[in-house]
């Protein structure tokens, strides 16, 4: 079938629309009709070199570049139409995608660790996972698809385990955003943070990803939580949402918390903002109480490899600096549950989503997020 998909076409390259060619589904492979996708900052990770590998390592998955590439993996739509072999999904499903896929089987997803399911190595770039076969292209030319998805195409051609089935009668729009940035960010106050009643958390960048993480640690009966994010209008919305003080750098926080916590600092310290640069981690652990837990979920440039941190202080406080993907829960367990906390109204996302665009205004809802105007964008399919 022909579609239609924003795609990337080299480094720094915009959004550009283009008709592109999608074989039958294969061996576990569904077609889905998009209804939205979201605009998540790790897109833009992809557009300026931070996503990419080195050349040898994108050899191992049968590509010299990660581009041409289908942008977008937050979204959420309608199964029109199963593969061979499909068992999970029916035409007429509602689904949301999950940028990490959960095959249910590999040691990791049968620990009930689905977020580090093995599949997800095969998710930078690459042909389907389920045959090794090429069903996208440009032209003569082959298409990666970002984490094995492309939300940003009027039909996405993905397998099984990287969709997750949603109630029908849940809201399509809240469902995209749920599908990556708030789950990411809710799972990493609550799931990988652990945050506990009483507790003071900061969370250092309000976008998407961060709006989850004050929600999350909201829900979790945090005492305080400090928003940190240097654009005012997004500290405010980060106040309507959970957030009980603001400010504009982790400097501001760190003169703002002793009096907060009678000096003793945040326990929890989240960092979201858009990108993750090692001269931000010691500052962020600085902002840590003794027994502090600081998690890092923001992405970095891929060959990052520099963090500045006194590894004095850090041990000598039993502090502690966590990773994260998909905010360490599962994205069959996590995408459901926030979808019932948002029809339950204890989950805001609507106030979250700052524009709605069409597939054609892609890339001016990036220049938007750059401009800082945007928490999320969103775009909306004609369905
Ligand atoms: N770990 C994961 O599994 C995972 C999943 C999804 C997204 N991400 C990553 O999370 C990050 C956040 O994503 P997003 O979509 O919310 O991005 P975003 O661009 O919507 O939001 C980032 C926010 O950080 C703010 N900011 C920038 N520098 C800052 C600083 N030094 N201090 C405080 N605030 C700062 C910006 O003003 C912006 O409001 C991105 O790096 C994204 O790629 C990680
Ligand atoms: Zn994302
Ligand atoms: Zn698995």
Redesign the pocket.
Known sequence: MKTRAAVCTGLHEPWKVEEIEVADPGPHEVVVQMAYAGM???DE?LRTGDISAAPEVLGVFGVDSMFPIVGGHEGAGVVTRVGPGVDTLAEGDHVAMSFIPACGHCFWCASGRQYLCDLGMSTLAGPMMSDGQWRHHLGDQRLNRMTQLGTFSEQLLAHEASLVKIDPGASLKAAALIS??IS?GFGSAVDRAKVKPGETVVV???????SGAIQGARLAGARQIVA????PF?VERAKEIGATHGAA??LDAAFLLPELTEGRMADVVIL?????TGD?VGPAVQLSSKDGRVVA???APFNQEQVSLNLFNFAMFNQALLG???GSCSPRVQIPNLLRLYQAGLLEIDKLITNEYTLDEVQNGYDD?AA?TN?RGVVKFDV
């Open positions: 998540c900052h790790s990770h990556c940035g990411t250092v960048g309000c976008g998407g990803v961060g940190v994010d240097p654009l997004k750098s982790i979201t903002p858009g990108v993750l931000l979920t923001a992405i994260t993907v998909f997020l800082g928490i």
